[in-house]
């Protein structure tokens, strides 16, 4: 498009020309229909209203320098998004509708895909939830899936700079065995006290402890977490920690740079082991951590004021491949065909 300075994009919402649907009634999914409008009308008893029937990804397309857009790992946001149904219990969305649905959804709104080196990308916002009327605690009969694009820049807007996080035992993010482990809105309500104090406090976000001993690091509010200790990639193992496909795909490009992967169990006093560490997700990919003060302890863990060796090569190595200008071995990306 003409006349647009994609520099300026944040985080917020902008309204492009089309988004897609698909609904469940009566036992089985219907087609996909396109819309313009940006609203979607709901009864006013709806499970996704009252009782947390919703479930929701975050995935981004890139157009590279050759001209090609790319999907970064199409698929296995799918995957995510029928465990988050299944954890909550909505009707399971197949594979092939979410991805007929995104494809879709990039293709009519082709003329806001940010161009290369532009800064900015095209995120991707499918949600799916219980749009059937239930005022009893049960699962709903009917489901609505919606898929709306929006051209973005970065998450935080630092970029690719330092910032600090903070430590509040005072709060849960969820609970073990609860819904931590789904990409569900709950969670992300839970979260937004203690982010609000700690942006108030000049932090970017709250590192979030277990909930059960207070122990062990959990997420970084909206990403997970990883330390860099030498040569090895660390990140926590817990059951209440959304399986990061962002996180998912660093360790594996870890593991191919020669890095020892390992996913456990993190206690806090052990940040003070790691050279570097950082948040990682869909929105900011990895936002380096230049400390993380506990505040219950009156503690700092510093990082140092520049991202460090490891997290830069991670980080131009995963974008690399979301552009396509470093080699995609594992096939994780899905080219869009406009034709």
């Known amino acids: 498009m003409e006349n647009i300075n994609w520099s300026e994009f944040g985080f917020g919402y902008t309204k492009t020309d089309f988004n897609v649907r698909c609904t469940y009634k009566d036992g089985k999914w219907g087609e996909l229909e396109v819309s313009e409008s940006d609203q979607v009308n709901v009864h006013m008893a709806c499970t996704g209203l ?12 890139f157009q590279g320098p050759d001209g090609n857009v790319r999907i970064f790992r199409l698929e296995e946001n799918g995957k995510r998004l029928q465990n988050s149904c299944h954890g909550i219990m909505m009707a399971e969305l197949p594979l092939d509708i979410f991805e007929k649905a995104i494809l879709k959804a990039v293709q009519l709104n082709k003329k806001w895909i940010p161009p290369y080196e532009s800064g900015a990308s095209l995120y991707i916002r499918p949600v799916l939830f219980g749009s059937g009327a239930q005022v009893g ?6 489901y609505t899936f919606v898929v709306f694009v929006m051209p973005v820049g970065p998450y935080f807007k630092e970029g690719f700079k330092p910032t600090d996080y903070v430590i509040y035992r005072g709060y849960d993010r969820a609970a073990p065995q609860g819904t931590g482990c789904y990409k569900v809105g709950g969670n992300y309500a839970a979260s937004l006290r203690s982010g609000e104090l700690a942006h108030d406090k000049g932090y970017s976000a709250v590192l979030f402890l277990d909930s059960k001993e207070k122990k062990y ?17 660390v990140t926590p193992k817990s059951e209440s920690i959304l399986p990061s496909i962002t996180n998912k795909s660093l360790c594996q490009i870890a593991e191919d740079l020669g890095l020892t992967v390992e996913r456990r169990p993190i206690a806090v006093d ?17 936002s380096p951590i230049r400390k993380i003060v506990d505040a219950d302890n009156n ?5 140092g004021e520049e991202a460090g060796e490891t997290s830069l090569k991670l980080y131009e190595t995963l974008r690399g491949i979301q552009y396509g200008t470093v080699e995609d071995k594992h ?6 065909d406009f034709e």
């Open 137 to 142: 605690v049960k699962p709903a009969a009917e």
């Open 331 to 336: 096939n994780w990306n899905t080219i869009v």
């Open 270 to 286: 052990e940040l003070a082991n790691f050279n570097e560490a950082g948040a990682c997700g869909t929105a900011a990919v990895i």
């Open 299 to 303: 503690i700092e863990y510093t990082f």
């Open 50 to 61: 009252h009782y947390g029937q919703q479930a929701f990804e975050g995935l981004k397309a």
């Open 217 to 233: 690091i959990d997420e970084c509010g909206p990403a997970n977490f990883f330390g860099i200790e030498g040569n090895k990639y």
